[in-house]
């Protein structure tokens, strides 16, 4: 996993003060990486046009169009004169090597440049970076509208300027910023690399910033492999996954622990479900009741209301239960019941509890939970309740949801809470990963389910709420990645079928 900072800036000059890197390496390097891409795709004279702004993010430009002058076409668009002292250096120099730049101010010289842009082999977004706070001007909206409909290779450095230009790759320069991990930045980013600026990424990270989150990759995770040769199925847990009303959601969460290692998976029905009507596999079975020797249970997926029964059951489980653990999903994470329900569950010794929720349920669960305990508050908590909930806000700030998990994870100490987005936030024990490997195929009803019933598996087996959670998750998005990140026919089936097949 990688470490991800809020505050690049923060860091950057840390190093810098640290190692006594001089004010151009940095930007020397950011231009290399880039470079280097550029030129190893570049098959002939081909034409790179770069759009630079008035900061150090242009000053990359100015720095990555000195390096391939002599390789490519290139033409850079002054959009501003640059006012950081890195930046200006770097136009000096392309000014005194002749790189064509074009001046945006001209009128003539702005219309060379735009009838440039669909004989582009290269654009590079060198506009904004991480910094930049605020609306684009709309003069710079309308040109990025026309950058967006080149058929150029794109590149972002940095960051997509303002998210609105569709970079196909993005360079981070040193570390992983929190920014590229809105749900907004990940529909505009393209592939991101990080690439080192001048020293390795992990003197980089010793300079002393502080990271927010840590970005999982897939060698992070810990699969259920059976690795025992003396093993039985008792050594592998025992999942219960309630069926509500639409006992097909049952079905897919029950399907998926016993596929991910769960050594027995019971389905316990409540009285108004649907589950005749469906073919379910042998390899399930079906209870009244939670089976005695059950070590996960799984609530929520496919009841269309709070389950009165199947809550009381929980609950008379867990204090009967040693070690209890439980995964909460779907409609009962949206019910004003719930917040009495998860204090008396989390105030159980050794309790191991997740949360699925997507943005719109993640936004009406705090708003229950705060109506449930505002009087109880503190002053932080209800600081941060004043805060917009919506699923727009929940998507574009990342940093909102890394202190909502915080603050469900000193509120209730023993549950995590996995936020299903496009980039997937887990909160556990005070800590924030992030799963950046989700792909719009997952898009589907069902690929909920599926999770819930992965994460309760590796709990089954006994498994750390931190590990079930991150591997579940990642095994989810990594395998929809597989499947084709564009596909629009990745069914729950299929997900079983392809990602279980012998």
């Given at each position: 996993m990688f470490p991800v900072y809020e505050n690049p800036c923060e860091l950057e000059k840390l190093a810098k003060e640290k190692y006594c890197i001089p004010p151009f390496l940095m930007m020397e390097n950011a231009a290399k990486s880039m470079a280097d891409f550029i030129l190893q795709k570049c098959t002939g004279n081909k034409t790179v046009l770069l759009v630079c702004g008035k900061g150090n993010n242009g000053g990359d430009g100015y720095a990555l169009a000195r390096l391939i002058k002599n390789y490519c076409n290139v033409f850079v668009l002054l959009l501003e004169q640059p006012t950081a002292q890195e930046a200006k250096t770097q136009f000096q120099i392309c000014n005194a090597l002749g790189v064509k730049i074009l001046n945006a101010n001209s009128e003539s010289e702005f219309s060379q440049f735009l009838k440039l842009i669909p004989k582009a082999d290269f654009i590079v977004d060198c506009i904004y970076g991480t910094g930049f706070k605020g609306e684009l001007k709309i003069e710079i909206k309308k040109l990025i509208e026309k950058l967006n409909s080149s058929k150029a290779c794109k590149i972002a450095c940095d960051i997509s300027s303002g998210l609105l230009f569709n970079a196909d790759f993005t360079f981070t320069m040193g570390e992983y910023k929190l920014a590229l991990f809105s749900d907004k930045a990940k529909a505009v980013s393209g592939t991101i690399f990080r690439k080192e600026i001048g020293i390795s990424f992990e003197d980089f990270e010793k300079a002393g910033g502080k990271s927010e989150a840590n970005l999982i990759e897939y060698d992070d995770i810990e699969l259920p492999l059976r690795k025992n040769k003396a093993a039985h199925k008792g050594k592998y847990g025992h999942t219960a996954i309630f069926c509500g009303e639409k006992s097909g959601a049952g079905i897919l969460a029950a399907?998926?622990?016993?596929?991910?290692?769960?050594?027995?998976?019971?389905?316990?029905?409540?009285?108004?479900?649907n589950l005749s009507q469906f073919k379910i596999s042998p390899s399930l079975m079906i209870s009244n009741e939670i089976p005695a020797k059950t070590t996960c249970v799984v609530l929520g997926s496919g009841f269309t209301e709070f389950p009165e029964e199947a809550a009381a059951a929980l609950v008379e489980w867990f204090n009967s239960c040693k070690n209890p653990a439980v995964v909460l999903d779907a409609t009962i994470l949206t019910s004003p019941k719930l917040p009495p329900l998860l204090t008396s569950?989390?105030?159980?010794?050794?309790?191991?509890?997740v949360l699925t929720p997507h943005l719109l349920e993640l936004s009406v669960l705090l708003k229950n939970i705060f109506d449930y305990s505002k009087n109880q508050q503190s002053a932080a908590a209800a600081s941060l309740f004043q805060q917009d909930f919506s699923v727009q806000s929940l998507a574009e700030n990342p940093a909102l949801k890394l202190a909502?998990?915080?603050?469900?994870?000193q509120t209730f100490p023993n549950t995590a809470v996995v936020m299903k987005s496009a980039n997937t936030f887990i909160a556990q024990g005070g800590e924030s990963y992030i799963i950046a490997d989700g792909s719009p195929s997952l898009a589907k009803g069902g690929s909920g389910d599926l999770l819930a019933g992965l994460i309760g598996a590796l709990l089954a087996q006994g498994y750390s709420?931190?590990?079930?959670?991150i591997t579940a998750a990642e095994y989810h998005a990594h395998q929809s990645k597989l499947f084709g990140e564009q596909a629009f026919n990745l069914t729950p089936q299929k997900f079983l079928e392809l990602c279980f097949k012998s």
């Open positions: 399907s998926a622990a016993m596929n991910f290692g769960s050594g027995l998976t019971s389905l316990v029905p409540v009285k108004n479900s569950l989390d105030n159980r010794k050794n309790a191991k509890i909502i998990g915080k603050f469900m994870n709420t931190k590990s079930a959670c």
